[in-house]
T-cell receptor
Framework: GEDVEQSLFLSVREGDSSVINCTYT??????LYWYKQEPGAGLQLLTY?????DMKQDQRLTVLLNKKDKHLSLRIADTQTGDSAIYFC?????????????FGKGTKLSVKP | DAGVTQSPTHLIKTRGQQVTLRCSPK?????VSWYQQALGQGPQFIFQ???????QRGNFPDRFSGHQFPNYSSELNVNALLLGDSALYLC??????????FGQGTRLTVV
């Protein structure tokens, strides 16, 4: 079945780079996403990547996709305390339209000053 | 642009009661999806509405139903509430294209 897995916790120091990893199972997913959730809030779309791309960069964010291994990563350069949040990886399910997403359990990023 | 708005923000209900949650999509979006996020978990897809019809449904019982209005806003109804229905309910809006935007959610507590 469809499944998205992420490590649950990551701790980094302010100014370092953070790398959050994700594996997924549905090889027919068209898009893969990264969302950010701060305490008590909804989900903020950070970025997404089309499945035929290897990399996408958007300011401090770099997404790498290894389709062969079904591995997705999010790199945050120069991590700030404001980046502390839970980060969710998601794929759109086979046959699903945009908005029908399968999420991982989230990675809690803690940034120490 | 107000983005995706949901109401109410918090709600407390008793077991067995019924609840209605509301969502207004982002301007220009015609598709609304609903998700349930239990504490410490990722969101789980409930269903999606497009052109006032349920287009796709996740693995949720019939106690969960919805509606979409001509102005694209949507409601999620849950009947016969169980303690396990306590969660953050998220609405996402989208249109043709890859982006789906979420509201701030409604925190439902069932006691």
């Amino acid at each position: 079945g469809e499944d998205v897995e992420q490590s649950l916790f990551l701790s980094v120091r302010e100014g370092d780079s953070s790398v959050i990893n994700c594996t997924y199972t549905d090889s027919s997913s068209t898009y893969l996403y990264w969302y950010k959730q701060e305490p008590g809030a909804g989900l903020q779309l950070l970025t997404y990547i089309f499945s035929n791309m290897d990399m996408k960069q958007d300011q401090r964010l770099t997404v790498l996709l290894n389709k062969k291994d079904k591995h997705l990563s999010l790199r945050i350069a120069d991590t700030q305390t404001g980046d502390s949040a839970i980060y969710f990886c998601a794929e759109n399910s086979a046959g699903g339209s945009q908005g029908n997403l399968i999420f991982g359990k989230g990675t809690k990023l803690s940034v120490k000053p | 642009d107000a983005g995706v708005t949901q109401s109410p923000t918090h709600l407390i209900k008793t077991r067995g009661q019924q609840v209605t949650l509301r969502c207004s999509p982002k301007s220009g979006h015609d598709t609304v999806s609903w998700y349930q996020q239990a504490l410490g978990q990722g969101p789980q897809f409930i269903f999606q509405y497009y052109e006032e019809e349920e287009r796709q449904r996740g693995n949720f019982p019939d106690r969960f139903s919805g509606h979409q209005f001509p102005n694209y806003s949507s409601e999620l109804n849950v009947n016969a509430l169980l303690l396990g229905d306590s969660a953050l309910y998220l609405c996402a809006s989208s249109r043709e294209g890859p982006e789906a935007f979420f509201g701030q959610g409604t925190r439902l507590t069932v006691v």
